[in-house]
């Protein structure tokens, strides 16, 4: 089982709300990691978690607040967002951070900032 | 540093023929390289990696990669598209513990 879920699936919010992006992963996978995606364009590195810890912090706004609770999950704090921010925000795990391993995506938060 | 390049945005197919969306690259040691497929709405699935051994990578679906190391390419090819090919195809790459670098993608159309 190659399963990365990721919920919401849509998101609406003002500029003023502080919402959460959750994603799990039961693969066993000790690095996940967070991606921004514009209609059209690759994937952005945001945030790299590697066994809990932060590990790669892509110079991405303190309106962004990445949390891990435990090895499955992985959580993204939102507030104060600007519409700019609107965009598919993407989970992947991987096995390791080792360049050999395969990064598994989750299916996305499409985000909508009002 | 590492870099990839997909150099069609878009690559039309007639249903039934064989298809290739190409990818070049360029690293500083060993490359691993990667294929992901996207559909409208959806997250990236993986297709395929190249690591070591053999050139001729098989993953999902039919398709196959063929790594080049004199021409540093590493293009996807299916011998028969299907129109539930058409998709947005990226391309990827690193060459240490490092972040992965994708390429700008590719869409792929399949005419009926």
């Known amino acids: 089982d190659t399963e990365v879920t990721q919920t919401p699936k849509h998101l609406v919010m003002g500029m003023t709300n502080k919402k959460s992006l959750k994603c799990e992963q039961h693969m066993g996978h000790r690095a996940m990691y967070w991606y921004k995606q514009k209609a059209k364009k690759p994937p952005e590195l945001m945030f790299v978690y590697s066994y809990e810890k932060l590990s790669i912090n892509e110079s991405v706004p303190s309106r962004f607040s990445p949390e891990c609770p435990n090895s499955s999950l992985l959580n993204l704090h939102l507030h104060a967002l600007q519409p700019e921010d609107s965009a598919l925000y993407l989970c992947?795990?991987?096995?390791?951070?080792?360049?050999?391993?395969?990064?598994?995506f989750g299916p996305g938060t499409r985000l909508t900032v009002l | 540093a590492q870099s990839v390049a997909q150099p069609e945005d878009q690559v039309n197919v007639a249903e039934g023929n064989p298809l290739t969306v190409k990818c070049t690259y360029s690293v500083s040691g060993n490359p691993y390289l990667f294929w992901y497929v996207q559909y409208p709405n959806r997250g990236l699935q993986f297709l395929l990696k190249?690591?070591?051994?053999?050139?001729l990578v098989k993953g999902s679906y039919g398709f196959e990669a063929e790594f080049n190391k004199s021409q540093t390419s590493f293009h996807l090819k299916k011998p028969t598209a299907l129109v539930s090919d058409s998709a947005l195809y990226f391309c990827a790459v690193r060459d240490r513990d490092d972040k992965i670098i994708f390429g700008k993608g590719t869409r792929l159309h399949i005419l009926p």
């Open positions: 190249y690591i070591t051994g053999d050139n």
């Open positions: 992947a795990s991987s096995q390791d951070t080792l360049a050999a391993d395969t990064q598994y």
